[in-house]
Nanobody, 126 residues
Framework: QVQVVESGGGLVQAGGSLRLSCTAS????????MGWFRQAPGKEREGVSF????????SVADSVKGRFTISRDNAKNTLYLQMNSLKPDDTAIYYC???????????????????WGQGTQVTVSS
Protein backbone atom coordinates (compact mmCIF):
# COMPACT_ATOMS: atom_id res chain seq x y z
CA GLN A 1 0.00 0.00 0.00
CA VAL A 2 1.41 3.34 -1.06
CA GLN A 3 1.56 6.10 1.52
CA VAL A 4 2.65 9.68 0.95
CA VAL A 5 2.97 11.78 4.09
CA GLU A 6 3.87 15.46 4.35
CA SER A 7 5.27 17.17 7.42
CA GLY A 8 6.88 20.43 8.46
CA GLY A 9 4.03 22.85 8.00
CA GLY A 10 3.11 25.44 10.60
CA LEU A 11 2.67 29.09 11.43
CA VAL A 12 5.48 31.49 10.55
CA GLN A 13 5.86 35.24 10.28
CA ALA A 14 6.39 36.92 6.95
CA GLY A 15 10.02 36.74 5.95
CA GLY A 16 10.55 33.50 7.81
CA SER A 17 11.42 30.01 6.57
CA LEU A 18 10.02 26.51 6.72
CA ARG A 19 11.17 23.20 5.32
CA LEU A 20 8.52 20.74 4.25
CA SER A 21 9.26 17.04 4.03
CA CYS A 22 7.39 14.29 2.25
CA THR A 23 8.06 10.61 2.83
CA ALA A 24 6.71 8.00 0.44
CA SER A 25 6.45 4.29 1.16
CA UNK A 26 5.14 1.29 -0.73
CA UNK A 27 6.68 2.37 -4.00
CA UNK A 28 10.12 2.52 -5.62
CA UNK A 29 10.75 6.16 -4.83
CA UNK A 30 13.54 6.64 -7.37
CA UNK A 31 11.19 5.65 -10.21
CA UNK A 32 8.84 8.58 -9.52
CA UNK A 33 9.15 12.24 -10.32
CA MET A 34 7.89 14.24 -7.37
CA GLY A 35 5.99 17.47 -7.07
CA TRP A 36 4.70 20.01 -4.59
CA PHE A 37 1.31 21.62 -5.09
CA ARG A 38 -0.62 24.03 -2.90
CA GLN A 39 -4.18 25.20 -2.44
CA ALA A 40 -4.99 28.51 -0.82
CA PRO A 41 -8.43 29.23 0.67
CA GLY A 42 -10.96 29.87 -2.08
CA LYS A 43 -8.48 29.11 -4.85
CA GLU A 44 -7.72 26.17 -7.10
CA ARG A 45 -4.77 23.95 -6.41
CA GLU A 46 -1.62 25.06 -8.21
CA GLY A 47 1.79 23.60 -8.90
CA VAL A 48 4.68 24.92 -6.85
CA SER A 49 7.65 22.85 -7.94
CA PHE A 50 8.63 19.43 -9.26
CA UNK A 51 11.80 17.39 -9.55
CA UNK A 52 12.87 14.55 -11.82
CA UNK A 53 13.56 11.03 -10.59
CA UNK A 54 17.31 11.51 -10.32
CA UNK A 55 17.25 15.21 -9.29
CA UNK A 56 18.68 16.10 -12.66
CA UNK A 57 16.08 18.75 -13.34
CA UNK A 58 13.71 20.90 -11.35
CA SER A 59 11.01 23.41 -12.15
CA VAL A 60 9.68 26.14 -9.91
CA ALA A 61 6.61 28.32 -10.29
CA ASP A 62 7.31 31.97 -11.03
CA SER A 63 5.48 33.00 -7.85
CA VAL A 64 8.07 31.24 -5.67
CA LYS A 65 11.16 31.37 -7.86
CA GLY A 66 14.23 32.45 -5.93
CA ARG A 67 12.54 31.69 -2.60
CA PHE A 68 11.62 27.98 -2.71
CA THR A 69 13.96 25.08 -3.45
CA ILE A 70 12.91 21.51 -4.11
CA SER A 71 15.19 18.55 -3.44
CA ARG A 72 15.00 14.83 -2.79
CA ASP A 73 16.94 12.06 -1.13
CA ASN A 74 16.16 8.79 -2.86
CA ALA A 75 18.02 6.78 -0.22
CA LYS A 76 15.56 8.11 2.37
CA ASN A 77 12.46 8.08 0.12
CA THR A 78 12.02 11.73 1.03
CA LEU A 79 11.17 14.89 -0.85
CA TYR A 80 11.84 18.37 0.53
CA LEU A 81 10.69 21.91 -0.08
CA GLN A 82 12.82 24.64 1.47
CA MET A 83 10.74 27.81 1.69
CA ASN A 84 12.46 31.10 2.44
CA SER A 85 11.27 34.71 2.52
CA LEU A 86 7.74 33.53 3.07
CA LYS A 87 4.86 35.85 2.27
CA PRO A 88 1.23 35.86 3.45
CA ASP A 89 0.27 34.85 -0.11
CA ASP A 90 2.13 31.58 0.46
CA THR A 91 -0.51 30.55 3.00
CA ALA A 92 -2.02 27.30 1.75
CA ILE A 93 -2.25 23.58 2.23
CA TYR A 94 0.83 22.07 0.61
CA TYR A 95 0.55 18.68 -1.06
CA CYS A 96 3.23 16.24 -2.11
CA UNK A 97 2.60 14.01 -5.12
CA UNK A 98 4.38 11.17 -6.93
CA UNK A 99 4.31 10.84 -10.70
CA UNK A 100 4.99 7.76 -12.78
CA UNK A 101 3.10 9.04 -15.81
CA UNK A 102 5.53 11.86 -16.50
CA UNK A 103 8.32 9.42 -17.38
CA UNK A 104 10.58 10.63 -14.60
CA UNK A 105 10.71 14.23 -15.76
CA UNK A 106 7.90 15.69 -13.64
CA UNK A 107 4.91 17.71 -14.71
CA UNK A 108 2.65 20.63 -13.84
CA UNK A 109 -0.39 18.49 -14.66
CA UNK A 110 -2.13 17.06 -11.63
CA UNK A 111 -3.39 14.18 -13.74
CA UNK A 112 0.18 12.99 -14.23
CA UNK A 113 0.52 12.28 -10.51
CA UNK A 114 -0.45 8.84 -9.27
CA UNK A 115 -0.26 9.31 -5.52
CA TRP A 116 -0.99 12.27 -3.25
CA GLY A 117 -0.49 13.06 0.39
CA GLN A 118 -3.10 14.54 2.69
CA GLY A 119 -1.38 17.91 2.81
CA THR A 120 0.25 20.07 5.45
CA GLN A 121 -0.94 23.55 6.40
CA VAL A 122 1.40 26.50 5.99
CA THR A 123 0.24 29.81 7.43
CA VAL A 124 2.26 32.99 7.00
CA SER A 125 1.27 35.92 9.17
CA SER A 126 1.91 39.52 8.18
Amino acid sequence: QVQVVESGGGLVQAGGSLRLSCTASGLTFGFYAMGWFRQAPGKEREGVSFISCNSGSTSVADSVKGRFTISRDNAKNTLYLQMNSLKPDDTAIYYCAASRYSYCSGSWKEGDYNYWGQGTQVTVSS
